[in-house]
């Protein structure tokens, strides 16, 4: 029997994935390393193409009869790629396989909480603006964006897995139905029903040896009004939740018929990518068909795509994880629009550097207040009822003190108009929070923060960076003094040191970073923000910042 095996280059480490595919451990097959696939015991081994994501590998010569090897170079990828074995003549084997970052980063599944993160506090944030009207979810003129359906697709299993449990066990309720019968097929009737019998049908005399009772006085209808009783699945709930999901598969297949539009114009890289994304909203689109066929949903009448939160989805479990993944589904169907939403997941780490400063901005807001937030430079609306999201050089107030400003651009000092810049070359950091200057009233001090997408000894190498902008930006104060303007700077990662020695020169890196004493000491360290953390923890994170960034002047006087 056929079977096709994928092995590491690196370590030879070989699985099958089709047609019953291993169990392959995490982190096993990622981003940045080659692998060979191999097709075995074929007959038509040498007419088979493997195709990734649509496009072609590069075939290498078998040495063994009936097999097919191909190289595949993952590059810069993590996420799910579609796999597709092609022989002429056959039909075509299709099948998924996942592939996660690179063991310096994280697992695959944080681009998918990141990018709920992100749709979550604009949600949050939006709501503080002026804007008073919702966000429109539903089909927009223009095509989704990558992330998004990357996003939806991540939900579909979970979705699936759902569903089949309310299947097993779907709620249901006894109804009464009235049903027109022949009087000499009654065989039991109620007072009530005689009686209505009676009033809206025909009555005629019964011959005179039918046992009836006397009052009767041998006279039936002809037709007996009997209420009969019945399970069904007709609750307000399954109409709503059958619903949502035809809605939710018309959205892809409109968006599929979209994306096939760019197909015919662009250059070819993304011509190849919309190809791919359509046929992929398609079969999307069919499981959600088939999910809305399920016994609970099927032959409901139509309701208005909506989950209102009854009992029913606040008590049952099973019920109440359909409600939260139609929140979580309805994240990706927003009318919100931003260049992170274009990148892949190959480019996780860019989405990681937008993460944290919403999240950042969030906890600014919860922990300031918003009395005092502008966040103008952060949204910018349509008239069709999308959001944009401003990802770069945006600075957003989220007190009467705290500015937190997302890739700022620092030119030569000389050249800026407030004199405050790089005395080297033009620098952008990620993330500045600006704040009062703890030693003179004046410009504010900055507290840069640099997101770094990389965990463990990775994050010795990414020191350099906090170094140059704590050294290199300066302002003019005249008379030749060029006194620096960064109070602080951290490396905001999702590494989670272990616990060290209480003294941090005794403390390895990269877990000296981290430690309290020398990130107050120096002003210079790192903090964890890992996708998943509770807004608190990072309102936490927060306070520890601009707290370790103070002078210790300023601390024992607060003390």
């Known amino acids: 029997m056929p079977s096709l095996h994928i092995i590491s280059e690196d370590t030879g480490a070989s699985w099958q994935i ?19 696939f191999e097709l075995r015991d074929s007959d038509h081994a040498q007419d088979t193409d493997l195709l990734i994501d649509e496009v072609p590998l590069e075939a290498l ?28 003549g056959r039909n075509s084997i299709r099948f998924d396989l996942v592939t996660d970052p690179d063991r310096k980063k994280l697992t695959r599944d944080d681009f998918d909480t990141m990018l709920r993160d992100i749709l979550t506090d604009s949600f949050a944030l939006f709501a503080l603006t002026t804007f008073r009207k919702g966000i429109a979810q539903g089909i927009s003129a223009k095509p989704p964006a990558i992330a998004r359906l990357e996003y939806l ?9 759902v569903l089949k449990e309310i299947e097993r066990r779907p709620r249901h309720h006894l109804r009464s139905q009235e049903r027109v019968i022949p009087y000499h097929q009654v065989r039991k009737a109620t007072g009530d029903e005689v009686i209505r019998s009676f009033a809206r049908g025909h009555v005629a005399r019964v011959p005179p040896n039918t046992r009836l009772p006397s009052t009767l006085g041998g006279f039936l209808p002809l037709d007996f009004r009997v209420r009969q009783r019945f399970s069904s699945f007709d609750l307000p709930e399954h109409r709503q939740m059958a619903a949502v ?3 939710w598969a018309a959205w892809l297949t409109v968006s599929a018929d979209q994306l096939q539009k760019i197909t015919t114009r662009g250059d070819p890289e993304t011509s190849q990518s919309a ?37 029913l989805f606040r008590s049952d479990p099973r019920y109440r994880k359909f409600y939260k993944l139609y929140q979580q589904f309805n994240l990706g169907l927003a009318s919100i629009f931003g260049d992170f939403l274009n990148l892949p997941l190959a480019r996780t780490f860019d989405l ?32 069709a009822g999308g959001l944009t999201i401003a990802a770069s050089a945006v600075t957003v107030k989220v007190s009467q003190d705290w500015e937190l400003m997302f890739q700022k651009r620092y030119e030569e000092f000389w050249k800026a108009d407030d004199k405050r810049g790089s005395f080297s070359r033009t620098m952008t950091p990620d993330i500045v929070l600006a704040g009062p ?38 302002e003019d104060a005249g008379r030749g003094d060029f ?17 060290g020695s209480p003294d941090f020169q005794k403390t390895a890196m990269p877990g000296r970073l981290f430690h309290p004493d020398y990130r107050s000491t120096f002003r210079f360290g790192a903090a964890t923000l890992k996708p998943g953390m509770p807004l608190a923890e990072i309102c936490a994170c927060l306070r520890a910042i601009i707290e370790d960034a103070r002078d210790k002047t300023s601390r024992s006087k607060t003390r």
Not at 25 to 32: D, F, L, T
């Open 18 to 36: 089709w047609p019953a595919a291993d169990v392959i451990p995490p982190g096993e097959v990622r981003e940045s390393a080659s692998y060979i």
């Open 153 to 161: 697709r991540s939900r579909m299993d979970d979705l699936e897995r």
């Open 61 to 88: 010569r078998s040495r063994k009869p009936g097999a097919a090897r191909w190289r595949w170079q993952t590059g810069f990828h993590a996420g799910e790629v579609a796999a597709e074995l092609k022989t002429p």
């Open 437 to 474: 200057n703890p030693k003179a009233p004046g410009p504010p001090k900055l507290i840069v923060l640099d997101a770094k997408y990389r965990i463990d000894t990775a994050l010795n190498d990414a020191i350099s960076s906090i170094h140059t902008y704590r050294d290199a930006l300066v």
């Open 275 to 311: 190809a791919l994304w359509a046929n992929r909203c398609r079969r999307l689109a069919r499981r959600l068909h088939v999910m809305r066929n399920t016994d609970p949903l099927k032959d409901l009448p139509s309701a208005p795509p909506q989950l209102q939160l009854t009992s």
């Open 483 to 499: 006194p620096r303007i960064v109070e602080a700077a951290y490396l905001l990662t999702p590494h989670i040191p272990d616990a």
């Open 352 to 383: 990681y550097e937008l993460w944290c400063f919403l999240r950042l901005v969030h906890a600014g807001v919860k922990q300031f207040g918003p009395t005092a937030v502008d966040f103008k430079n952060l949204f910018i609306r349509d008239g």
């Open 245 to 247: 999901l035809s809605s």
